[in-house]
């Protein structure tokens, strides 16, 4: 069922009529059962649109969109595609309980996967949804591999039934449809001999795979799943001794480099991250690939558009994996506004010390790091720890950090984005 969730002033839909909680039935004839059928069946310039309306009353609409002039109506968010799997590395499954409820979904829909680059596993597509891709040339898609050998798919899974992903994504690539793939890594059941299958079944794949990414399994103090083994720094050179081989084949051979260690395994091997040339459009910087060459490009690109903060005291919160890589960077900051900047390495109370990553601190830990800090002029924390409504995912609002502290506190993704646009002066 697709419903109108709100109609734009002097729009094509209002001048029609279409009143905000009405069913859209079909488009020339052919029905609507999602978002995705909306957008491409109205792609055509004459529309003949069969709807009811909130009190019930069937309705039929005749008109023309010319050079794709937009329709003006919003959608209801469409139900989400349920995950049928129990993947050894499920975010989801390591997630301790008693937090707001939409943190518990496991999405796994493909259609998601094309609108909004979330990644999918494709073990819930049937046939029909294989050639509604297809037929809607739905890419590039967001595939979760995890591995190209089926038994050992089956086990990472945790899904007997989950279908022959190279068979999948065979069938798609035949029908022009490209990937972004993604493979978390668990030492013991797809590194080593699997990992090297299923880099070899891609790169057979040519252009289909526009990049892969190879990420490191991370685990909190609640996954439960978990039955590999743990990623240490010897497997870690390992795997990015596989990923650089065949990173340097695609170099060679085809002009790019087509798959990537994620920033984490490299750190993991205690090895320095590329430079920007190696990511080239930064296609997986979502995946933490590239995110610290990212971030090292718009501090450097930045310090001329910061003024001066002479003798200012300013804290950055992180988490321990970024730590090291934090330094340098902040003594550039130093040196172009002459303030001081601290460190502040905060430990993660909700997932456990293992999770250092600093995008997965919570509220609480962020008050505790910074509650007695009255020397500080104004505090930097992970705009990542907080979601759209500027809640931490331990549900404590940002507003009330800021109550609650001593000092000005300020998401920032890069210091540059608080720096250039907070004045000096900035008071609590």
Avoid at 15 to 38: C, K
Avoid at 242 to 254: C, S, Y
Avoid at 265 to 276: F, T
Avoid at 340 to 348: G, P, R, S
Wanted: proline share 6%; hydrophobic share 40%.
């Amino acid at each position: 069922m697709v419903k109108v969730a709100h109609i734009e002033h002097e729009s094509i839909a209002e001048a029609l009529g279409i009143q905000p909680g009405a069913e859209l039935l079909t488009v020339n004839g052919r029905p609507v059962a999602d978002f995705l059928d909306w957008e491409f069946l109205t792609a055509e310039e004459e529309l003949v649109v069969e709807a009811r309306q909130p009190d019930g009353e069937p309705v039929i609409y005749e008109f023309e969109r010319l050079d794709g002039e937009p329709l003006g109506l919003t959608l209801q968010p469409p139900p989400v595609r349920r995950c049928a799997n129990r993947c050894e590395f499920c975010f989801i499954e390591g997630l301790p309980p008693g937090l707001r409820k939409p943190l518990y979904i496991r999405d796994d829909d493909y259609r998601l996967s094309f609108a909004y680059g979330n990644f999918a596993t494709l073990s819930n597509v049937k046939d029909r949804d294989i050639e509604r891709i297809l037929e809607y040339r739905l890419s590039p898609l967001y595939v979760s591999v995890h591995a190209t050998n089926h038994e050992a798919r089956k086990i990472l899974l945790n899904n007997p039934r989950v279908p022959d992903i190279k068979d999948q994504l065979t069938r798609l690539a035949a029908g022009g449809i490209q990937f972004h793939c993604q493979m978390v890594v668990v030492p013991g059941l797809n590194d080593a001999g699997v990992l090297e299958e299923s880099l070899r079944d891609l790169w057979k794949m040519g252009d289909s795979v526009l990049s892969a990414a190879v990420v490191p399994v991370g685990l909190t103090q609640f996954s439960h799943l978990y039955s590999g083994k743990g990623m240490d720094r010897r497997t870690a050179e390992t795997v990015l001794g596989q990923v650089e081989a065949w990173g340097n084949r695609g170099l060679a051979e085809r002009g790019e480099t087509w798959v990537f260690a994620s920033d984490e395994l490299y750190m993991l091997a205690g090895r320095e991250l590329p430079g920007p040339e190696h990511y080239g459009e930064f296609a997986q910087i979502e995946n933490g690939v590239g995110a610290v060459t990212s971030l090292r490009m718009r501090v450097a690109g930045g310090l001329t558009r910061i003024g001066r903060r002479d003798g200012q005291r300013i804290g950055v919160v992180t988490g321990l994996a970024m730590a090291p890589i934090m330094q340098p960077l902040l003594e550039c900051l130093r040196e172009a506004t002459g303030a001081h900047f601290e460190l502040i390495v905060a430990e993660n109370s909700l997932f456990g010390p293992s999770i250092t990553t600093a995008g997965l601190l919570v509220g609480k830990d962020i008050l505790d790091a910074l509650r007695d800090r009255v020397d500080l002029a104004m505090a930097l924390i992970p705009a990542e720890t907080i979601n759209e409504d500027s809640l931490f995912l331990d549900d404590y609002p940002l507003a009330s950090l800021r109550d609650d502290l001593p000092m000005p506190v300020f998401p920032s993704y890069d210091f540059i984005d608080v720096l250039e646009r907070e004045p000096s002066g900035v008071a609590a």
